[in-house]
């Protein structure tokens, strides 16, 4: 059962995730499917959801670093009154320490893509055959530019379509994994990819508030072989024009784990999904798509203790099965802080 009224105070969150910045999650906490917990007098931010007996917590601790340590000792502390046991999803190497202290067991969960647009120059061998596919484009007549907020409604209709026909029979998904609304797309600078007539055929939402990242991407079912790569190439040039060095295309679920013989069991059963559940989830076809344009990778981590391993991806699974409920009059409020922050 889960609760999907959360009282949080987005005023608050947008402004001290413009003053300490965020990770490549902190976005998902304006889909307000997540709770709040503020620790150390509210100068460190955890975002997290509860599931059964377990508070899933969404990345790292975001804040003040020096205070980040004991944040998480007041976060376990309150999930022990509560009976509850804390878990950290997708967490980072460079806080291992911090859980490591608490007793926390590390399972690998996939890798973070990150495209370093500082020296990106799109030359050279590597980069000849999406060259060839952007040129082609560009030659059919397809067009591409950045919208920011706010919307036309017939803009909003467009790329509601667009995800339609993406979706198809799937359902929309959230926690960890972003769900398209016409609020929560309005927050956001849109990429649109245009065909010669001028329709929509593919868009993406970038999240440039405090950590750079392409969020929501979506295509129409009939648009040509190799619209998310032209797509991709524009972003990371516009990205490059304003000045951004890093973006993040999310994680990779799986990517790099358990390829080892020495490999824990559960990482090594977790292989066997990447390798051989395409046909559901396709995990690998993911990682192959983010790798023609990433050129870093952080591992991350699913940090836990007291809990039988797989129940707790059974419970993170359900977590992630259960799309957002939007309100609206909330994102009226993030667009409007948003705006006036820049």
Not at 125 to 131: D, E, N, T, V
Not at 227 to 239: A, N, S
Not at 270 to 290: D, I, T, V
Request: glycine share 6%; net charge positive; charged share 25%.
């Amino acid at each position: 059962m889960f609760d999907n009224e959360f009282d949080v105070d987005m005023d608050k969150v947008v402004s001290f995730l413009r003053e300490y910045g965020g990770h490549h999650l902190s976005h998902l906490i304006l889909l307000q499917d997540k709770q709040i917990f503020w620790a150390q007098e509210s100068k460190v931010l955890i975002a997290y959801r509860r599931t059964g007996s377990k508070l899933m917590v969404l990345g790292d601790p975001i804040g003040e670093e020096s205070l980040l340590k004991d944040a998480i000792d007041e976060f376990c502390d309150y999930s022990r009154e509560l009976g509850l046991t804390p878990i950290f999803y997708q967490a980072s190497p460079c806080y291992m320490h911090h859980y490591h202290e608490h007793g926390y067991r590390f399972t690998k969960i996939g890798e973070e893509a990150i495209v370093n647009l500082e020296n990106l120059t799109f030359a050279g061998k590597q980069w000849a055959k999406l060259r060839t596919r952007c040129n082609k484009f560009e030659r059919n007549g397809f067009t591409f530019s950045v919208m920011h907020p706010p919307y036309s409604s017939r803009l909003l209709r467009e790329v509601a379509e667009v995800s339609k026909s993406w979706l198809g029979s799937q359902k929309e998904k959230g926690f960890s994994v972003v769900s398209f609304s016409e609020d929560y797309v309005s927050s956001f600078p849109i990429a649109l990819l245009k065909n010669p007539e001028g329709q929509i055929i593919a868009f993406a939402t970038i999240a440039t508030s405090s950590y750079s990242c392409i969020d929501l991407m979506r295509k129409g079912a009939n648009s040509p072989h190799g619209t998310m790569d032209v797509l991709f190439i524009h972003i990371f040039k516009w990205l490059k024009e304003q000045n951004v060095e890093k973006c993040s295309l999310g994680m990779a679920p799986l990517s790099n784990v358990g390829n080892h013989k020495d490999s824990p069991m559960c990482e090594r059963l977790m292989r066997l999904a990447f390798c051989h559940g395409n046909s559901r989830y396709n995990f690998k076809g993911l990682q192959e798509f983010k790798a023609k344009f990433a050129d870093s990778w952080e591992p991350k981590y699913i940090c836990h203790k007291k809990s039988f391993f797989p129940t707790l991806i059974v419970q993170l699974i359900a977590l992630i099965n259960h799309p957002p409920v939007a309100k609206t009059k909330a994102f009226s409020r993030i667009r409007e802080l948003l705006q006036n922050t820049g």
